[in-house]
């Protein structure tokens, strides 16, 4: 579909920009403390939150802090 704009006869036409899909949302949760960062992870997309991802991720929490903060 052509955009009606109005212009003079020796104006140059306007240029008709390519719509792109964007990439997306992004889902990350991110733990921290005093010191700086402790757990930073990314969820794939379309992916529902669910009592397991939790359990994941305070898993994968608990493993970080062993590790940066003994």
């Known amino acids: 579909m052509e ?3 109005w212009k003079h006869k020796i104006s140059p036409t306007p240029k008709m920009f390519r719509v792109e899909e964007s ?3 992004v889902m990350t949760t991110v733990f921290w ?4 960062l402790l757990l930073l992870e990314f969820m794939s997309q379309k992916t ?3 009592g397991q991802t939790y ?6 929490l608990r493993e970080a802090i062993k590790k940066k903060r003994r």
Do not use: L, P, R, Y
């Open 23 to 25: 990439a997306g949302k």
């Open 55 to 60: 359990v994941n991720t305070i898993t994968a």
């Open 3 to 5: 955009s009606m704009q």
């Open 48 to 50: 529902t939150i669910i």
């Open 33 to 36: 403390d005093e010191k700086g």
